[in-house]
């Protein structure tokens, strides 16, 4: 496994008057990393003669028979991807006065993936016969063979520009204003291109058959989004105030106008002894939808334009919590939440992007998320850090007839993660040496694994291993018998049957929790105007081998579950310089 990680940041501010500071900001990462396995192979001849000689196997020297001659294998796999952000924006604020003023900014994204991957798994047994008049004959009567070559590649990039300006102003002390516009362009392109070359000969069949599988994609979206905001912040008396805003977002597509009026609203009102309570309820919406892919298979996540049949995604979220700050720098947090998801999207059972009509691919559903946070937070002192703890639960519903995943039922979404704890510690030890730890546990996300064995008739004469998003076929032969009789069938008809290996529910399977323990120390010192900073640290300390993600693969013929650790131990070393 070898990986590349390289990111750039710079930052500028200019103080034009007294009134008017401008800001420049600019970030470039690109990343990559590649997983070439060690090819697995072997290759075994049969020598009859010598068989016979130490009289090993259960063989009939006066009796024709066929004897398998040679067996060959070769699989091999390679995985290949980078990804990379640049981001750049412009912002201008200008405050004539504490109680009004506005700020202008303009901004440009642009996120690109690409993901190759290369599979080889070759297959051939040579089968020999023995014929007693004419003794041992090494000339192949048949063969059975599987050549499967398949190249996959995936690439997409999301780009938006935007340009946006507020304004506020105090009307009275107990009233302060705020109002402004925003407008975006964002652009999805995506493209995927599929090459498989499948050869097969059967057993009971002299002919070989061959398919070739050679497509492209290419889809390209683009929308226009128009923002309409105002808030107040409402001073109704010592202990209570209010938070009461609008935002109308509308979607411009051709042939097609999205619009979604979200409300909100928020109240704080404080307690004795330094103590808050806060309420919350806020509705928002988004242009491009996230559809993750509930299988192993897949690492990536895959964005989708709103088109003029998906419609943009919305969601209402209502908080409750509690605060309160302490002697000496402390201050504690404690929330729940409840949120509420509308026009999902998810892919059909079994279909993904990969179509010339993917939108034809996708279903439509709901979703609800809630859960508990917790922050315990030092701010004051040589000694300072935090603890953050998040209990969660996140589910998704798609009960459309006719477009229904786990048959109309409720199942936990993908992201579902039950556990997250981060906690942050940071020690000066002078003006210019400070040392800092933090340690970080998290539950697995889920994902969808074939878990139950159940049998049918075979599909066809091909003796190999699928393994897709939900199910894994694993394909057996027999003569007609009696020792095994599937249910409304007669022995006679028992030519052949077939192991399906299915999934109960979807995301059925939780990852493996991850955890990780890093260490830094900084040097930081001033020469003239510049500040100067020297980092040194470890990331992953004990080098827990935490799982990235997990494909399937196979040993011995037989399925199995493989994961990939990209981030063991890491040391680092980085050197920064601000004005």
């Known amino acids: 496994l070898n990986m590349d990680f390289n990111d750039f940041n710079a930052k500028i501010v200019h103080k034009l008057s007294p009134d008017d500071r401008l800001e420049a900001v600019f970030y470039r990462s690109f990343d990559k990393q590649s997983a070439v396995p060690t090819p697995k192979g072997y290759n075994?001849?049969?020598d009859l003669n010598e068989l016979f000689r130490t009289?090993?196997?259960?063989f009939h020297p006066y009796e024709e028979f066929d004897y398998l001659l040679n067996s060959s294998s070769l699989?091999?796999?390679?995985h290949y991807s980078s990804w990379g952000n640049t981001a750049g924006g412009i912002r201008w604020k200008h405050s004539k006065q504490e109680n009004k003023g506005f700020y202008t900014s303009l901004n440009y994204v642009n996120y690109s993936y690409s993901?190759?991957?290369?599979?080889?798994?070759n297959h051939i047994k040579d089968f020999a016969r023995y014929i007693p008049s004419k003794g041992v004959d090494e000339t192949i009567v048949y063969r059975d063979?599987?050549?499967d070559s398949l190249r996959l590649s995936d690439d997409y990039r999301i780009r938006s520009a935007s340009f946006s300006t507020n304004l506020w102003t105090t009307i009275t002390k107990a009233h302060k204003i705020s109002f402004g516009t925003e407008g975006r362009l964002t652009s999805l392109e995506s493209r995927q291109e599929t090459f498989r070359r499948l050869v097969r000969q059967s057993i009971w069949e002299d002919k070989i058959s061959e398919s070739l599988t050679d497509y492209k994609i290419d889809a390209e979206k683009n929308f226009a989004q128009i923002d309409v905001f105002a808030n107040e912040e409402w001073?109704?008396?010592?202990?209570?105030?209010?938070?009461?805003?609008?935002?109308?977002?509308?979607?411009l597509l051709k042939g097609k106008t999205w619009s979604v009026f979200e409300p909100r609203l928020s109240l704080s009102y404080s307690l004795k002894k330094a103590s808050v309570a806060k309420i919350s309820w806020s509705k928002t919406s988004q242009g491009i939808h996230l559809v993750q892919d509930n299988g192993l298979l897949s690492i990536t996540d895959r964005w989708i334009c709103i088109t003029k049949d998906i419609r943009p995604m919305t969601s209402e979220i209502a908080c409750v919590g509690l605060y309160k700050s302490l002697p000496e720098g402390w201050v504690f947090s404690l929330e729940g939440y409840y949120k509420t998801m509308h026009d999902l999207l998810e892919y059909k059972e079994g279909l993904s992007f990969i179509s010339q009509e993917w939108e034809n691919n996708l279903v439509r559903g709901t979703g609800k998320a809630y859960g508990v946070e917790f922050l315990g937070e030092k701010h004051i002192g040589k000694t300072r850090g935090w603890l953050s703890y998040t209990w969660s639960k996140s589910f998704r519903t798609f009960n459309v007839e006719a477009n229904e995943l786990n048959a109309g039922n409720c199942f936990y979404a993908s992201s579902d993660q039950r556990h997250n704890l981060n906690i942050v510690l940071r020690q000066e030890l002078g003006r210019h040496v400070s040392l800092s730890a933090s340690f970080t546990f998290q539950t697995g996300h889920r994902a969808t694994v074939p878990l139950i064995a159940t049998y049918g008739p075979r599909i066809n004469e091909t003796n190999y291993i699928e393994m897709g998003n939900n199910h894994l076929t694993d394909w057996y032969y027999t003569e007609p018998t009696t020792t095994y009789v599937m249910p409304g069938w007669t022995d006679e008809s028992i030519t052949s049957f077939q192991r399906f290996l299915v999934a109960d529910n979807l995301n059925n399977f939780v990852m493996p929790s991850t955890h990780r323990l890093d260490l830094g120390c900084?040097?930081?010192?001033?020469?003239?105007?510049?500040?100067?900073?020297?980092?040194l640290s470890v990331c992953n300390v004990y080098n827990r081998m935490n799982i990235s993600f997990v494909f399937w693969g196979k040993e011995n013929g037989f399925p199995v579950l493989r994961g990939i650790c990209i981030f063991p131990v890491m040391p680092s070393i980085s050197y920064s310089v601000s004005m």
């Open 55 to 58: 009289g090993t196997g259960e």
């Open 145 to 147: 063979l599987s050549l």
């Open 44 to 46: 075994n001849h049969t």
């Open 522 to 535: 900084d040097y930081s010192f001033r020469t003239g105007k510049l500040d100067h900073r020297l980092n």
């Open 75 to 78: 699989e091999s796999e390679a």
């Open 115 to 121: 993901s190759k991957r290369k599979e080889l798994d």
């Open 235 to 251: 001073t109704v008396s010592d202990r209570l105030s209010a938070l009461i805003g609008a935002r109308e977002s509308v979607y």
